[in-house]
């Protein structure tokens, strides 16, 4: 069992940064692929970044020049650094892990991950 918990969302505006955080409980967080989603009102939840094992990230299209996703397996914490935020970053964001021993696109796969956060807020003004 994984318990998983976000920090770091907030109130900014249009162009400002923040750093979300998803601290993870457990001894095998290494061997843990985790990913962030994000779901803005009246709308699906989507994919936004992934990081396998390996620290190999993946990216959604609309944020991949502006978001980075890491990892530090000693803190037991994955980290979203979102950068020159825009008015349609807006959404509740939730981390996630699985176990799966693959990466690459299926970690863009909501059913692929077996733990999810509660979310974290983000909530950008233009």
């Known amino acids: 069992q994984v318990h998983l918990v976000e920090s770091g969302g907030g109130l900014v505006q249009a162009g400002d940064s923040l750093r979300l955080s998803c601290a993870a409980s457990g001894r095998t967080f290494s061997s843990y692929a985790m990913g962030w989603f994000r779901q803005a009102p009246g709308e699906d939840r989507e994919f936004v970044a992934a990081i396998s094992r390996f620290s190999v990230p993946e990216y959604a299209d609309s944020v991949e020049d502006r978001f980075t996703i890491s990892r530090d397996n000693a803190k037991n914490t994955v980290y979203l650094q979102l950068n020159t935020l825009k008015p349609e970053d807006t959404g509740r964001y939730h981390c996630?892990?699985?176990?799966?021993?693959?990466?690459?696109?299926?970690?863009?796969?909501?059913?692929?991950?077996?733990?999810w956060g509660q979310g974290t807020q983000v909530t950008v003004s233009s």
């Open positions: 996630a892990a699985t176990s799966v021993p693959y990466g690459g696109m299926r970690l863009r796969r909501e059913d692929t991950y077996d733990y």
